[in-house]
């Protein structure tokens, strides 16, 4: 079975500073793995994914991950920071040939002006 | 533009009565998804379909069904509403034809108040 670890439910940020969220998975099998991200009151749109190949993933926004099998990671950072980034933020994972993900429990995030 | 839709978007009932939740994809997806919402728990499955007629349950499926009849929808039942079930439902779809893990394209969701 996999699963999918986020710390801190909530997470501030200045605006132009940082975004560093983390997410470390376990699987018995080598995985895929995903952010989504959740704006209010809408559903998940996919940020990155990473499947094979490259281990460092850009995505959407300006956004990015890096898959690091030694350390079972794929944390998601961007360099900057905009109120526009403000919103939940959720890792998965899946397996070859399952097609079912298993969500980590998200992070709000808040930009502060 | 294909999309993915869900009805109602907000929806109360009471304890006990049987409520269906609609999902509809115009993608022509093989693989359709139900989760759940709730604070503190993230995403959970409820049910999966890889095709029609095609059912399976995820890891919170007591008190909901699905049923399969054709591609596009996937329709969820709680068979009889309990204040437990009180959470956001979200619908997915992925196409299902690559043997791949493919991305999962989410609905706008259903927000359920039992009472």
């Known amino acids: 079975a996999q699963s999918v670890t986020q710390l801190g439910s909530h997470v501030s940020v200045s605006e132009g500073a940082l975004v560093l969220l983390r997410c470390n998975y376990s699987s018995s099998v080598p995985p895929y793995l995903f952010w989504y991200v959740q704006y209010p009151n809408q559903g998940l749109q996919l940020l990155l994914k990473y499947t094979t190949g490259a281990t460092l993933v850009k995505g959407i926004n300006g956004f990015e991950a890096e898959f690091k099998k030694s350390e079972t990671s794929f944390h998601l950072t961007k360099p900057s920071a905009h109120m526009s980034d403000a919103a939940e933020y959720f890792c998965?994972?899946?397996?070859?040939?399952?097609?079912?993900?298993?969500f980590g429990k998200g992070n709000q995030v808040v930009v502060i002006p | 533009d294909a999309e993915i839709t869900q009805s109602p978007r907000h929806k109360i009932t009471e304890t006990g009565r049987q409520v269906t939740l609609a999902c509809h994809q115009t993608w022509n997806h093989n693989n359709m998804f139900w989760y759940r919402q709730d604070l503190g728990h993230g995403l959970r499955l409820i049910h999966y379909?890889?095709?029609?007629?095609?059912?399976n349950k995820g890891e919170v499926s007591d008190g909901y069904s699905v049923s399969r009849s054709n591609t596009e929808d996937l329709p969820l039942t709680l068979e009889s509403a309990a204040s437990s079930q009180t959470s956001v439902y979200f619908c997915?779809?992925?196409?299902?034809?690559?043997?791949?893990?493919?991305?999962?394209?989410f609905g706008p969701g259903t927000r359920l108040l039992v009472l």
């Open positions: 379909s890889y095709g029609v007629h095609d059912t």
């Open positions: 997915a779809s992925s196409s299902g034809t690559s043997g791949l893990q493919e991305t999962q394209y």
């Open positions: 998965a994972v899946s397996r070859y040939g399952n097609n079912r993900l298993a």
